[in-house]
């Protein structure tokens, strides 16, 4: 039988965004509920490369976003404990790259304020044993690594702790509005009342928008990871070359996560895993350290990019994404976010967050609730970028809530649940 609840935000989804919106909420004062059909971290976040981006990456094509990332890699080492690991990272270019490219990333970083250091190639290859002769110029950045469902689990506890309910296993299914607003949601059978909802699920809020008869257009891509058995690879390893498949390599516990591809998909749920993206991966950072070519491999996994599609009527005031429209090609779209308020498509109270990356979340999370505590007549300012994540220090303890949210996932299996310290 149909029971009723409620809430003042329920927030739809619980990948790294939507615990965020949660998390922020909670800290002003919000009554808010997140509900999640799976585990936490069930979505892309838990299937995701796990670089803690420090926006050298981006720097010289998409100078915002990169902003974005330096910022909040720097207050994730802050607030997020053992969710991170700081290994520092690489660029480096081989023979066959592009001299000029290396130069344009290098200028463009330091611009936005990354702390990025042309170093020699002997340096480079102490700090990354196995790095190929091949390589012509490095690069040092502080690139980092994340563990999705470490973080996760701890955001989401520190956000029950300053009052958020954490459902999981229970999926919206229907959203309920009246009179042009939002006024609540179907959640596993039961009736949730609520003043505004966030829809945080990622590349699938298109589905979850079209519950309250609003269109967002996404537009997902696949993109392949492969663990691999590689003792010592020390930083984060990426080739430096307009970004390409196979060009990233995190360093693991006593592995190396390989990756990855970049194939639109139609559904986020149903899609091929293809072994020519594995061999293309393997292939292709092969060409930095030759011994991945040989080593075995441990693990493939596959996730799905929330690619918002821009479509000007639908950016509201205030969205923070980026300009640049969808070129056609999936790699152009812009990784920034976006923001909308769905009160122009008629259901005020109602608002999507989508795009951006899993390094971002926090401030993602901080726009979307300035905007509902704007609706709520809520005064309080943001602080989840001053107070550590509970437990942030305790890996056994983080380790613990991600059991108990059902939060373990591919992109961290090899490290959640291990020694404290290990693979931090
Ligand atoms: C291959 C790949 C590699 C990446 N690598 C990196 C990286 O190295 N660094 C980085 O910073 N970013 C990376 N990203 C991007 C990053 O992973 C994502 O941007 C981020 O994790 C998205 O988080 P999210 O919370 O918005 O979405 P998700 O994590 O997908 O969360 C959305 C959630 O909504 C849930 N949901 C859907 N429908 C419903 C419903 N009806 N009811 C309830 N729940 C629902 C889903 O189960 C899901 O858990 C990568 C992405 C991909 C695909």
């Known amino acids: 039988m149909e029971t009723s609840d409620d809430t003042e ?4 989804g619980g990948g790294a965004t939507g615990v965020g919106v949660a998390r922020d909420l909670a800290m002003r004062g919000v009554d808010v509920t997140l509900t999640e059909r799976g585990g936490l971290s069930a979505g892309t976040t838990g299937r995701s490369h796990g670089v803690l981006h420090s926006g050298a990456r981006y720097a010289e094509a998409d100078r915002a976003g990169a902003e974005e990332c330096i910022a909040e890699n720097e207050t994730l080492r ?10 520092g990272g690489y660029f480096v270019s081989l023979s066959d790259d592009d001299e000029a490219y290396f130069e344009r990333k290098l200028a463009a970083a330091r611009e ?18 196995g790095l190929t002769d091949d390589v012509t110029r490095a690069m040092r950045v502080p690139d980092g690594v994340v ?9 989401a506890a520190d956000a029950r702790e300053h009052g958020a309910e ?4 229970a999926p919206v299914e229907e959203i309920h509005t009246a009179d042009g607003r939002v006024t609540g949601a179907t959640v596993d059978g039961d009736r949730v009342d609520a003043d505004a909802v966030v829809n945080a699920t990622g590349a699938w809020a298109g589905e979850c928008a079209a519950l309250a008869g609003v269109d967002v257009a996404m537009r997902p891509t696949k993109g392949a990871m492969v663990g691999v058995d590689y003792e010592g690879l020390g930083p984060v390893l990426n080739r430096c070359r307009d970004p390409a498949d196979g060009d990233i390599a995190v360093p693991h516990r006593g592995r ?3 990756g990855t591809t970049s194939v639109v998909v139609d559904d986020p749920d149903e899609y091929d895993e293809e072994s020519w993206e594995v061999e293309r991966v393997v292939d292709e950072c092969a060409e930095m350290v030759p011994a991945f070519a040989d080593a075995e491999i441990r693990s493939t996994y596959w996730g799905v990019r929330p690619l918002y599609e821009p479509d000007e009527t639908h950016r509201g005031a205030g969205s923070r994404s980026a300009d640049d429209a ?9 990784r920034e976010f976006a923001l909308l308020d769905h009160d122009p498509d008629g259901v005020a109270g109602f608002y999507s967050i989508v795009g951006g990356k899993l390094t971002t979340h926090r401030v993602m999370a901080e726009a979307t609730a300035d905007r509902v505590c704007e609706r709520l007549g809520v005064d309080a300012d943001c602080r989840t970028a001053d107070a550590p994540l509970v437990g942030a220090d305790d890996a056994e303890r983080v380790d613990g809530f991600v059991d108990e949210f059902d939060a373990r996932s591919p992109a961290d299996a090899d490290v959640v649940g291990g020694e404290p310290g290990d693979g931090e």
């Open 78 to 87: 802050e607030i997020a404990g053992v969710c991170v690991a700081d290994t």
């Open 147 to 155: 563990y999705p469902s470490r973080l996760v689990a701890a955001t």
């Open 9 to 12: 935000v329920l927030v739809v």
């Open 256 to 258: 190396a996560v390989l």
């Open 112 to 129: 936005v304020g990354i702390d990025a250091e042309e170093v020699s190639v002997e340096a480079a290859r102490e700090a990354v044993p």
């Open 166 to 169: 954490i459902r999981t296993h």
């Open 326 to 334: 969808a070129t056609g090609d999936e790699r152009g779209i812009s």
